[in-house]
């Protein structure tokens, strides 16, 4: 059968080409005493003893380092790199993560000399440039989630999650009482209720109704006066809209009770809806996801958090402001100095007040990050915003939720689709149809690589059994959409007329099924010479 099934795959395989070897050992396995990948001139300044100068500190005995030549290196790595899937080599379709392609220009503005030496200890005064930048992002950002006042310290998703709650944990007691718990629903991303929970409260979870939304009957029974907040993800992890969320705001303000929005999802809001004026008190954002800072290989990410006007006492330390007036950035005017240049409206810096860095915050929670955040990141988002602009960042997410529907509208007749409510940026199926021939999610994704694609997210959100989490993104073109779907629905016929072949993928990788288990338990992140051998 498993012959059959790989004589199968070299007909079947459409985009997908062989690695360009399929075995490279390790520099150490490689390296042959004496090689050397350089030639130093000969020392044209007095010799120092090196022993003398270092102490303790001098190492007697080399290191151990692979000695190899220079192109021997090259194409080791380079051998390497084509082994990798990235966002430049095709679709990601790796759903909640948003992997949008980061454009290129973001990259250039982030590597001008001044801005990529910039020095986290320079005084304000000569930082003045790069801070314009900060508060630049930092109005934009106001402006696309309706919200008053904004920290861009938290450096990822769920950092920023961790500021958010501190947040409402602060204010609660100002009012005399952090309170106790946070009502989670179950179609929220897994860091909401780990972020709650690390934050000091219980977590009350919340079920959906059959559309994905929140049950307004059960939320009014479940909020009571030791609800601190509603930690809601929306558009939700199965990609829903939360119609009701004006409504939801009301429910928790009657009770004293705040509602947090996670906002990484906003690739499928900006430009369009405003979290500010649906009733959000305070959210974060995924920069590395909606705004195209690159995040695959573990980031830098960036996750500010923005709030209403009554949160900004608490906001972490320290704040950016006007000089002149102490006033917060987020209260200076809409047009004329100072104004967000989201239009592409060139400001005259000139006339600025200058923007330096506020400590004095008594009421606030405090640092939740090293200087000021993650700050190439914030170069490339508004880099990202202002390439843009207004009509742009619409455009893209009009397309980011077409594209969506697009692969919903082609797949449903091959794949369950549990929830009908209409998708947003992303769509999530189920392997119902598939598990019944004994293929699970895990299967089709790894079958998907054999295709020339990064798998989807697999069997998540938990609330659909053996979910296959597709978010296309508006980065793809009808061309690519349709070679994805094209994939999905032969592996949905290979389903029927070939399982094993679904089940032993992928064929076309150096390796195939891992034992991923043992691989998250007892991981070998350190080269040793086998015991016994001379390079010991
Ligand atoms: C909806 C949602 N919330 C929170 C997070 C956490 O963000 P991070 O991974 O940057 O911590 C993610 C990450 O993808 C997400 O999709």
């Known amino acids: 059968m498993i012959s059959e099934a790989k004589d199968m795959k070299k007909t079947q395989t459409g985009k997908v080409r062989a690695h360009q070897t399929q075995n490279e050992a390790l520099l150490f396995e490689k390296s042959s005493p004496g090689k050397r990948g350089y030639k130093l001139a000969p020392l044209d300044v007095p010799a120092v003893d090196v022993a003398a100068l270092l102490g303790e500190a001098h190492r007697k005995v080399a290191g151990e380092l692979p000695e190899l030549s220079e192109i021997e290196i090259i194409r080791h790595f380079t051998r390497l790199s084509t082994w990798n899937y990235a966002i430049d080599l095709g679709m990601y379709p790796l759903g909640s993560c948003t992997m949008k392609y980061n454009p290129r220009v973001n990259e250039w503005v982030a590597r001008i000399e001044g801005l990529a030496d910039a020095h986290p200890y320079r005084p304000d005064a000569l930082a003045q440039g790069i801070l314009e930048i900060i508060d630049n992002l930092q109005r934009c950002l106001l402006e696309i989630t309706g919200m008053d006042t904004i920290t861009l310290q938290p450096a990822a998703g769920a950092h920023g999650e961790f500021a958010g709650i501190l947040l409402v944990r602060a204010w609660h007691e100002s009012q005399g009482n952090a309170r106790k718990k946070i009502l989670i629903p179950d179609s929220a991303h897994g860091t909401n209720p780990a972020t709650a929970a690390i934050c000091g409260y219980t977590v009350e979870n919340l079920k959906s109704n059959s559309e994905g939304g929140i049950d307004l009957e059960a939320l009014t029974r479940q909020v009571d006066d030791e609800t601190a907040a509603l930690m809601i993800t929306n ?42 004026d649906f009733g959000v008190d305070v959210m974060h954002l995924n920069l590395h996801k909606t705004f195209s800072t690159p995040h ?237 051998s001379k390079d010991r």
């Open 235 to 276: 558009p939700s992890t199965i990609g829903v809209f939360e119609s009701q969320i004006a409504r939801i705001a009301e429910i928790l303000h009657a009770k004293g009770a705040l509602l947090y929005m996670d906002g990484a999802n906003m690739n499928a809001l900006v430009g369009k809806a405003r979290p500010g």
């Open 296 to 532: 695959g290989g573990g980031g830098p990410g960036s996750g500010p958090v923005a709030c209403k006007a009554f949160l900004e006492p608490f906001l972490p330390t320290p704040v950016l402001v006007r000089c002149d007036n102490k006033s917060m950035v987020s209260q200076v005017p809409k047009s004329g100095p100072g104004a967000p240049i989201l239009d592409g409206e060139s400001n005259n810096n000139s006339r600025q007040p200058q923007l330096t860095w506020s400590y004095d915050r008594p009421k606030s929670v405090g640092r939740v990050r090293a200087f000021y955040g993650n700050v190439g990141m914030f170069i490339r988002a508004l880099a990202y915003i202002l390439a843009n602009g207004p009509d742009g960042l619409r455009q893209t997410t009009e397309d980011a939720v077409l594209n969506a529907n697009y692969i919903r509208a082609k797949l449903e007749d091959v794949y369950e689709l549990p929830y009908k409510t209409a998708s947003m940026h992303e769509v999530v199926f189920s392997d119902k149809r598939q598990a019944a021939r004994g293929v699970k999610t895990g299967d089709i994704a790894k079958r998907l690589i054999d295709y020339g694609f990064h798998p989807y997210t697999v069997s998540f959100p938990m609330i659909v059994a053996g979910a296959l989490m597709i978010e296309p993104t508006e980065s793809e073109s009808l061309e690519e959409l349709d070679l994805f779907i094209e994939a999905m629905r032969s592996i949905a016929r290979e389903v029927e007329e070939t399982p094993e072949l679904v089940k032993t993928a992928p064929h076309s990788t150096r390796v195939s099924r891992l034992d991923e288990v043992q691989a998250a338990r007892k991981p070998i992140l350190r080269w040793a010479p086998a015991v016994g």
